[in-house]
């Protein structure tokens, strides 16, 4: 069901958006709206721990609490390093507490899709943990490996780059297993699959280490491309009246947003939308638009951001594979007389 939606929603996408043919859809609308039809999502700025999305390639590996209090459980810093170090759980909590708020998205989270999430995250500075270890200058990746037989990496000079937290805390919470307890990465501005969960040990290498995802052609780099969504109305909903407040949410990865717009005539013309400041630079931003509807028809609504540094969101349709999905999302309305 999932899957021939996507198919659908692929090719009817094409067509409504090149010629903005609100009106091919017309049509089919009393069956769109009966077999398609999605509700509004209802996007809070932080995203609650259970409603945080999860995606997990193995399975989630069991790490008992007991592990933590005997000292079974360690993180170590290896490799190009003069000082190679292990902590146990309770020495990585009585270092020093960063808390960051940051905005994690998957790779393969398809043009209105939900694999994105926003949360305080809390723990310790990657940064200053390898700066104790006393990196070698030959230290060219720092590949994070975990339980679940999981490794990426990223630069070692993005690891020092201050803001890359191994975190332990979850909206306040301890970390929960889905998310990568006892401790997990959380790398601002990089796709979710470098945030590399339930982590043992940090290995700096000499050369240029390619993880799992990236021997098969997946983006090293990765950052994150600037997406948008509209959450409200949902897809092929009724809508009754002369006013509609449309909303969604828009992220620039590591660059932020300057600005939304929504256009509510499949392309032709675009309306700036109002945005709430971000919880953080490295956090999405909600944004709403007050519409109003000139009369009772089937509206094709798309949303399009620009990000900090001016660029606006590519409304080429790629696939996420290899460097991230792109293309403008939309949302067919019926409006119906009030
Ligand atoms: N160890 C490990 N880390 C991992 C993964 C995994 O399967 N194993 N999945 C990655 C991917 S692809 C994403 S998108 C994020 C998802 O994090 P979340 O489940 O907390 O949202 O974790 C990343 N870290
Ligand atoms: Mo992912």
């Known amino acids: 069901?999932?899957?021939?939606?996507?198919?659908?929603?692929?090719?009817?996408?094409?067509?409504?958006?090149?010629?903005?043919?609100?009106?091919?859809?017309?049509?089919?609308?009393?069956?769109?709206?009966?077999?398609?039809?999605?509700?509004?999502?209802?996007?809070?700025?932080?995203?609650?721990?259970?409603?945080?999305?999860?995606?997990?390639?193995?399975?989630?590996?069991?790490?008992?609490?007991?592990?933590?209090?005997?000292?079974?459980?360690?993180?170590?810093?290896?490799?190009?390093?003069?000082?190679?170090?292990?902590?146990?759980?309770?020495?990585?909590?009585?270092?020093?507490?960063?808390?960051?708020?940051?905005?994690?998205?998957?790779?393969?989270?398809?043009?209105?899709?939900?694999?994105?999430?926003n949360a305080r995250w809390g723990g310790i500075s990657l940064k200053a943990l390898l700066e104790e270890a006393e990196p070698l200058p030959s230290a060219f990746k720092a590949v994070l490996r975990a339980s679940d037989g999981y490794a990426d990496s990223f630069s070692f000079q993005r690891a020092m780059q201050g803001d890359v937290l191994l975190a332990y805390l979850m909206n306040g919470d301890q970390l929960p297993p889905d998310h990568g307890f006892p401790l997990r990465a959380v790398v601002p501005g990089i796709y979710g699959i470098k945030n590399v969960k339930w982590l043992t040990e940090i290995e700096l290498t000499e050369f240029d280490f390619r993880g799992y995802w990236q021997q098969r052609g997946w983006a090293d780099d990765a950052p994150?491309?600037?997406?948008?969504?509209?959450?409200?109305?949902?897809?092929?909903?009724?809508?009754?009246?002369?006013?509609?407040?449309?909303?969604?949410?828009?992220?620039?990865?590591?660059?932020?947003?300057?600005e939304v717009e929504i256009s509510t005539d499949g392309g032709r013309t675009w309306n700036q939308a109002k945005m709430e400041p971000p919880l953080s630079p490295f956090s999405w931003v909600l944004w709403s638009y007050a519409w109003q509807i000139p009369k009772p028809d089937v509206y094709t609504l798309i949303v399009r951001a620009t990000d900090g540094r001016g660029l606006l969101q590519s409304r080429d349709i790629a696939t996420a594979y290899p460097k991230g999905p792109s293309g403008l999302h939309y949302v067919v309305v019926d409006v119906v007389k009030g």
């Open 1 to 117: 069901m999932e899957w021939s939606r996507r198919k659908f929603l692929a090719v009817s996408g094409l067509s409504a958006m090149a010629a903005g043919l609100a009106r091919e859809v017309q049509a089919g609308m009393f069956i769109m709206k009966r077999l398609f039809a999605l509700a509004p999502r209802e996007t809070t700025p932080l995203t609650p721990n259970k409603d945080f999305y999860i995606v997990n390639y193995d399975g989630v590996p069991t790490i008992p609490v007991a592990d933590l209090i005997t000292g079974k459980w360690t993180l170590s810093v290896t490799g190009a390093v003069k000082k190679p170090l292990t902590l146990t759980y309770q020495q990585i909590q009585k270092r020093p507490l960063l808390e960051q708020i940051v905005t994690l998205e998957c790779i393969e989270n398809p043009v209105g899709g939900s694999s994105i999430s």
């Open 224 to 258: 994150i491309l600037t997406m948008s969504r509209i959450d409200d109305p949902g897809l092929y909903q009724e809508i009754k009246g002369d006013q509609y407040t449309i909303k969604g949410i828009a992220f620039g990865g590591a660059h932020g947003v300057k």
